[in-house]
């Protein structure tokens, strides 16, 4: 091989290991790691603020039920750049688009922050999401290439964890500004002040060792973004289009209106519904060790399934079952969300290590994008059609548990279509010779 071609790391089955020496750091978790575990907590609060905040987002422009779901229909529109956005984490590097990204997120934050009229706000709130989620790709994509075989689901629990981490900071800091009554834009501005993070973050990261030799070969710029329905790849790449359309529906305006459910149906007070947040969502983290327990005994695939299965039938609990009349409201809804989160975060472990797995370096970001566009589609049809059933069904949250069902057909498919990659190195579950000769 030609000197000026970056080897693979070390052994082509693993790369290096979350204990790294070479790159220890606290807990026995490598620099590198612990630079996208903060990217990712970061990356969540920012994405988590409008979701938290939408009832007074609400009241600040005029919107009830209807003009909620509307916006966040549009804002759901971000993910359509992520195709582009993700493209480039295959031909520019992971670790340049997330530098990228996180310096767009603190300059959308305070457009965001500042904006007065409503278009304005959600068009600064697109592009946010938009930088939101190629960043996040771009993390998920590099815990796959940095660590080794039996260390990749375990890594995408982290990776869960910090981000969930991220959206709690985001939850716990709203009941303090309603309690003072300091406006909601405040919580972009914290955003926004994660610009001073990037210096750090930017000596923390090296760029990933996959990547670059791949690139080196020439395998990435011969690469097209349509390559993801090569032969070798299609009937992965049509089943998690569909599938992740179909769970975008299902999911979108359930975890968009959790909160805004909680305060405005169920009549909980701010500190109330953050405090059942907390405690579900705090519970519900369990699901990410969990996740990845199942995903190295029984596979990626059934932990899709079962995880995914259980998570609808929290959303109908969450959505439609009466709080008994021994039972507050808040606990009620703190067990369901419990349910909820736990699903949540086991099925996401298995999703993402599926996704990275299935597809060879120069597509690993770019089956992010085509993800990211189904979950643009799907968020827009998921609340476009709860505003739209949201009359005839007696209310939002009737509406969104209809929404929720279309889960199920997605929860079989993956389990009938999509190959098993537990056990199995990234160059043999993604078929990258295979790819490599193809290209040539």
């Known amino acids: 091989m030609n000197e000026a071609i970056p080897p693979l790391p070390d052994n082509r089955t693993e790369a290096p290991s979350i204990g790294s020496e070479a790159r220890s750091g606290p807990w026995g978790i490598s620099t590198p790691v612990w630079a996208i575990l903060l990217m990712l907590a970061y990356q969540n609060f920012s994405q988590t603020i409008l979701g938290i905040a939408a009832p007074w987002i609400g009241k600040s422009f005029h919107l009830d ?33 997330v530098l990228i990204c996180l310096t767009a997120i603190p300059m959308f934050s305070v457009g965001a922050a500042i ?40 890594g995408q629990s982290l990776g869960g964890l910090a981000g969930s ?104 007070t701010t500190a109330g519904a953050s405090l059942m947040t907390v405690i579900g969502g705090g519970i519900g983290m369990v699901g990410f060790p969990l996740g990845a327990k199942v995903c190295e005994r029984w596979g990626r695939v059934p932990t899709v ?17 009466r709080v008994p009349i021994f039972l507050t409201p808040m606990v009620w809804l703190a067990a369901s969300f419990c349910v909820v989160t736990t699903s949540d975060s086991a099925a996401t472990v298995g999703t993402n290590a599926a996704f990275t797995e299935l597809f060879p370096t120069a597509l690993r ?24 059933l949201a009359h005839a069904t007696g209310g939002l949250a009737s509406a969104i548990g209809y929404t929720a069902l279309a889960g199920v057909p997605a929860a079989i498919l993956f389990g009938f279509m999509i190959d098993e990659t537990r056990g199995l190195s990234l160059e043999a579950s993604a078929r990258e010779q295979d790819f490599d000769s193809a290209r040539e």
């Not at 916006?71 to 956005?85: E, K, Y």
């Not at 592009?127 to 290439?145: D, F, T």
């Not at 929290?314 to 959505?319: A, E, F, R, S, T």
Request: hydrophobic share 55%; glycine share 8%.
């Open 115 to 154: 904006s007065t009229s409503y278009a304005w706000f959600v068009a600064f709130e697109i592009a946010l999401n938009a930088a939101v989620g190629a960043g996040i790709s771009a993390c998920i994509v590099m815990l796959a290439e940095e660590l080794p075989i039996h260390e990749r689901a375990n």
């Open 305 to 321: 399934v079962v995880f995914g299965l259980l998570m609808i039938a929290g959303q109908l609990w969450y959505y439609w079952a």
């Open 165 to 268: 981490f991220g959206g709690g900071m985001c939850v716990l800091l709203m009941p303090v500004i309603d309690g003072y009554a300091i406006s909601w834009r405040w919580l972009l501005v914290l955003s926004a002040a994660g610009l001073a993070l990037v210096p750090k973050l930017a000596r923390m990261l090296p760029e990933s060792e996959r990547w670059q030799h791949t690139e080196a070969l020439g395998i990435t710029e011969k690469s097209r973004f349509y390559d993801v329905l090569h032969p070798l790849y299609r009937r992965r790449a049509i089943t998690i289009i569909v599938v992740t359309l179909l769970i975008a529906i299902s999911q979108a305006a359930a975890q968009a209106f959790s909160y805004y459910h909680a305060v405005s149906d169920e009549k909980l």
């Open 65 to 97: 039920d209807s003009g909620i779901a509307r916006m966040f229909a549009w804002v759901s529109l971000a993910s359509l750049g992520a195709l582009v956005l993700a493209r480039f984490i295959d031909l520019l590097g992971r670790r340049r688009m």
């Open 365 to 388: 970001g770019t089956i992010m994008g085509w993800a990211a566009v189904m979950v643009a589609i799907g968020g827009v049809a998921s609340n476009a059609i709860a505003a739209s």
